[in-house]
């Protein structure tokens, strides 16, 4: 184990450059592996047997995502856009310790004011379990919030959702993280997780604090969890990403993200700020926030890993998504209620997932409220929505894929970007 850990001694800084409001983080890195030899004293890690139960899984997810693309394509040619779920965002609670300045619900709100308005009861255990159940259709979960990590049944219902062989995400602010693995519940977390996301929107702790609103060792926490989490995918195969937030006051940070990420080996997420449905159409105008982008896709091409294709990054942050079936994926809200037909709608109506038995019946329910057939678009009964979420890349190369021809819209590509 000591040779497998010697090689993150070092921080291969080539493309990033420290500046003096970063920390130093070779302290920060010493921290990140003490914590980590203390975790790995208990950690499942992948050996021949969990080498195996992960293939089997990540196998399973995806003959399912075949079969329910080739139903899915059927459904299309006859004009029916209620579609299989490719996969789901769990919002698991509203409750946060974070309350950032950018937070959104896609909906006008952020999520610690609405759980300060407590209008909302989250599911206990056995409800989540029933949810991951319903939708187990769905080749993918993806656990957010809120803060995913506030919830203590996380680690079992992970264990559950695994059990059904789902391919599972958590977006996370990652400030808990370290602290949370060292508990014997947390010792599959990292085995049955498939990618992780944790939020970074600068490397300056002082400015992640006024972000945030937290203490500033708090939000040096988060950069020593992405160090600690580097050295443990060395034994366990999840894939590490950081989402980024770009907004006009970031800029600056989200260079220094882009390069920090790729000398260290992790994916990187980047998304313009969304007000509700829309982008922040003034930054993805900004000359600086463009050159961002340039550099981006520059690396992209270069191979760096990043969440999606270099055409979806360039779409995505250019905002010139086109192509959008909302049913393509749900969003089911912390009380069990799926988002119809799109969480950003006004008018989407929520459909109590636990009162049918699959998601089948779940999307029937809602088709009967709202037809989600052309709903995307401007006009009287469409969206009017311009989202250019991380999500919405995903509803246009399915999309694509299921207009056009199994390999034309680049849905292997990106489905085997993510789990590469
Ligand atoms: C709502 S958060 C929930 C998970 C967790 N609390 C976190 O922040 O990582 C899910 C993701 O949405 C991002 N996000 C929040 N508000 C956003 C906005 N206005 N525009 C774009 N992304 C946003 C966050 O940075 C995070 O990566
Ligand atoms: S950590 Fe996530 S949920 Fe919490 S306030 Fe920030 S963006 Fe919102």
Redesign the pocket.
Known sequence: MESRLEKYIELPFKHYTPRKEHPDWEALNREAFILAKSILKHLTILDARQNLKLRKRRFLAIIKTFKNLVKNKIKMARGDHDFIPIFYIW?MTNA?N?T?T????HRGG??PDLFKEGRTKILTTEQGKQLIKVMRDASAIYY?????TLRKDLPELLDYSTKLNMFNMI????SLIGNLLLKPAYKNFLMHMDVL???L?SLIPSKLASLYNVKETFAKNILRNILLLRILREFVPFKLTA???ITKETIDDSFDILDWCNDLGLTF?P??????CN??LELVRDPTYLELVDAILERSRSGYPMIASTTMLDRLLHAKLERCYPAVFDHVDNDGGVYWPCKSYPGAVKINALAWNNVKEVHAAGSKLINPNHFHGKGAGKCNGDCA??QDCVTEFYGNALVEGFFDGGLFKEIGGLLR
């Open positions: 919002t946060c974070f950032c950018y937070c959104s619900n952020k999520y957010c919030g809120g803060e995913p977006n996370t602010n990652g996301i944790i939020s929107d989402n980024t937030v997420s998304v313009a700020m969304n007000h509700g982008p922040d979420w991380m």
